[in-house]
């Protein structure tokens, strides 16, 4: 990743108390936003003519919240994390722990070359080891075909690489499955490896003897990795009467449960992926192969567990690290197609797919970090709900001030419920009309009386 250019960046004091439009003014001066990229933010998103472009039978488009997480400090350079989601407390928890980490640790990230897996199944073969090995004798001109079908991936140093053939044993007898392993550079790479494994398809069959059936890309791309590790001091949650080092003891302990318990790794990991698909979205990414080649990593040893791993240190820091597959690309997709998806990678600064991955992973890391810290301490409720409340209390019909008052009433109570909300909006706005009753009363017998005949 490149130098930092401005040390304060990704620092954004106090930007939830602004305006939408002072928000904009201070992500302006440091992104330098045009006024047509202003307007993707406060305007129409998604204009309904791409939308009709982009996937079939078109009613309209579907709005989902769009913010910042700030404070982000990765391998020496500050960045702006665009995030769409719809949960409440993600992007407050992830700016939050970011910054713990940027005064009182660091984040790192290093990742693989952007090789992806094509996959061809051959069915019906009279000698599957014979067929695996002249497949593998023909290797040379495999990928000659595979890469006449993109050249300007080729040119830009990308391309088919190599050439994996595994037999399979399966209730429907033995079957070979090729692996074709692309570089795909700066794309996500699907459109791309299936196109060539469609064009490899008879030649397949003539040298194996058997039937091509599915061609199509790997969504488990265990050869396109992304790490980030982060080191912080356990001082760094010395806050609110909570002691740092039992608070760093805690994280490790929710570690051992998650790496003891699916139940608790799939909790875990949806955590992490809390951060990553905001960013993925944001990005205009395939959020669902980013999800389901995480969960295949996850349980890559026979048994699902913990993308993420933490200890403590030798020094006495707590440790964690993220390592998992992340097919997503610059070039291609959406995120050319997207104007807010174009906009998105402009506020990363980032320059390439590998290093948008390792800001994906470094996100996911931070998230899991704020998920097992609010856990072993306040618990995840007392944040979330504080927001959630909200929600509900806009659900219920509250706006503005009146959402607020509802929504600090149901979190007093403990009782964050759709009908409660309707309860207290209604006490509210009853207490508001008696009031304004009052006020207007207290005015009519204030203000001076017309005279009478006798006055005059």
């Not at 009182?104 to 952007?114: E, I, M, Q």
């Not at 302990?253 to 998650?258: H, P, R, S």
């Not at 807010?340 to 470094?362: D, F």
Request: net charge neutral; charged share 20%; hydrophobic share 45%.
């Amino acid at each position: 990743m490149d130098k930092p250019t401005d040390d304060n960046l990704s620092r954004l004091p106090g930007f939830y108390k602004l305006s939408i439009a002072e928000r904009l003014d201070m992500l302006g001066a440091r992104i330098h936003l045009t006024p047509e990229e202003r307007y993707s933010l406060r305007g129409e998103p998604l204009p309904l003519a791409i939308a009709n472009q982009m996937v079939e039978n078109v009613i309209g488009v579907f709005g989902m919240p769009m913010g910042i997480a700030a404070n982000f400090h990765i391998n020496g350079r500050d960045v702006l994390v665009p995030m769409v989601v719809e949960e409440a407390s993600v992007i407050a928890a992830a700016s939050h722990v970011a910054k713990l980490v940027r005064e009182h640790g660091a984040l790192t990230t290093s990742s693989t070359d952007a090789v992806m897996i094509g996959q061809i199944q051959i069915v019906g073969i009279a000698d599957p080891q014979a067929a695996r090995q002249r497949i593998l004798d023909a290797r040379t001109r495999i990928l000659a075909i595979a890469n006449e079908q993109d050249p300007v991936l080729t040119e830009m140093g990308g391309g088919a690489r190599d050439v994996e053939v595994r037999v399979l044993e399966t209730p429907r007898g033995a079957m070979i499955v090729v692996h074709l392993l692309v570089d795909v550079r700066d794309a996500m790479g699907a459109n791309a490896i299936n196109t060539m494994c469609e064009a490899l398809a008879l030649y397949m069959e003539g040298l194996s003897g058997g039937k091509v059936l599915l061609r199509i890309v790997s969504n488990l791309a265990d050869r396109r990795l992304a790490r980030a590790r982060l080191e912080i001091a356990p001082a760094a949650f010395d806050e609110h009467n909570w002691k740092g080092q039992v608070v760093a003891e805690g994280i490790v302990n929710a570690y051992a449960f998650a790496q003891a318990d699916p139940y608790r790794a799939a909790t875990h990991n949806k955590g992490v992926m809390n951060g990553i698909d905001a960013v993925v979205l944001a990005t205009g990414n395939d959020w669902r192969a980013v999800e389901a080649g995480a969960h295949a990593y996850a349980a890559r040893s026979g048994k699902y567990g913990p993308l993420t791993t933490w200890e403590i240190g030798p020094e006495g820091r707590l440790v964690g690290n993220i390592e998992l597959p992340m097919s997503v690309g610059l070039i291609g997709g959406a995120t050319k197609v997207h104007p807010t998806a174009r906009l998105a990678l402009k506020i990363l600064g980032v320059k390439s797919a590998r290093e948008l991955g390792e800001v994906m992973a470094a996100v996911g890391l931070v998230q899991n970090l704020a998920a097992m810290r609010s856990l072993v301490t306040e618990g995840i409720q007392k944040g979330h709900m504080i927001l959630h409340a909200r929600n509900v209390a806009i659900s219920a019909g509250a706006v503005g001030e009146t959402a607020t008052i509802v929504a600090n009433q149901m979190v007093r109570e403990g009782k964050i419920r759709f009908d409660r909300a309707k309860q207290i909006l209604r006490h509210v706005l009853m207490a508001a009309e008696k009031k304004v009753r009052t006020i207007e009363t207290r005015m009519s017998h204030d203000s001076p009386k017309p005279p009478t005949p006798q006055d005059r």
